[in-house]
């Protein structure tokens, strides 16, 4: 647990001596601004920040990818991954340090639009339950999408490639339940079932499922593996 630690830590300081998590950062913040202040100023607005919450969503499909794909990417072009592989560090420990590190600097970009939630107490009325658990769901969408990326990281020594490779799959699990529309029957079903933008839904108008929550858990999970296992195939290369 201690190496998990020491990658993350090492990782997170790297952000934030680089201007990438500035940059993403700062890309983001000024997007959801833009659609909070379209949705206060709408006719008949109300104190919600549903709008930019279900934007937000969407802009994490890239901005995901962009905060992890130099952290596989980038070792291997340096030539410093068979070096990390060969220490006494295990493949898994590699890889959850990483993705700790671009979580918690996600996870505090996110943390900025609080400010909105604040300047609707202090002109307005929220209701509470709404915009928590969409922020839930936003946390857990933002999990599984790093995961994603961090995959599409170990895939490539090129960072271009991998942030591509990584938007690209986000891209078909965000609209994937448009093609479920097509398809009728059991197929419709299943497709719909691995939409993220169809779980996220239900977070977005302050309704928890338990569903949901595990389908997001399950996602990050799942990456993760496959983004371990891509470690220990280059072992063998």
Do not use: C
């Not at 609080?114 to 339950?129: N, T």
């Not at 490639?161 to 994937?176: E, K, N, R, S």
């Amino acid at each position: 647990m201690s190496n998990t630690l020491a990658i993350a830590w090492k990782e997170t300081k790297s952000y934030f001596s680089t201007p990438t998590a500035y940059v993403v950062g700062a890309m983001y913040l000024a997007l959801t601004g833009v659609f909070f202040v379209a949705d206060v100023t709408s006719p008949f607005a109300e104190a919600s920040m549903r709008g930019v919450i279900q934007w937000s969503s969407l802009f994490i499909v890239f901005l995901a990818p962009l905060l992890t794909m130099r952290l596989l990417a980038e070792e291997q072009k340096m030539g410093t991954l068979e070096l990390l592989l060969t220490s006494p560090v295990r493949d898994w420990e590699i890889v959850v340090g990483k993705y700790l590190a671009a979580l918690s600097t996600l996870f505090v970009t996110i943390s900025f639009t609080l400010f909105y939630v604040l300047l609707l107490f202090v002109f307005g009325s929220p209701d509470v339950g709404p915009i928590a658990s969409a922020y839930v769901g936003l946390l857990l969408y933002g999990a599984a999408a790093l995961a994603i990326g961090l995959m599409a990281s170990s895939l490539s020594s090129n960072q271009i490639v991998a942030a591509v490779v990584g938007i690209g799959v986000l891209l078909m699990l965000q609209f994937i339940d448009r093609v479920s529309a097509i398809v009728q029957g059991l197929g419709s079903q299943i497709l719909s079932g691995f939409s993220m933008s169809a779980h996220f839904a239900d977070f977005s108008r302050g309704v928890y499922d338990t569903s949901h929550i595990v389908y997001y858990l399950s996602l990050s999970a799942v990456f993760l593996f496959l983004t371990v296992r891509s470690l220990e195939t280059r072992r063998w290369r």
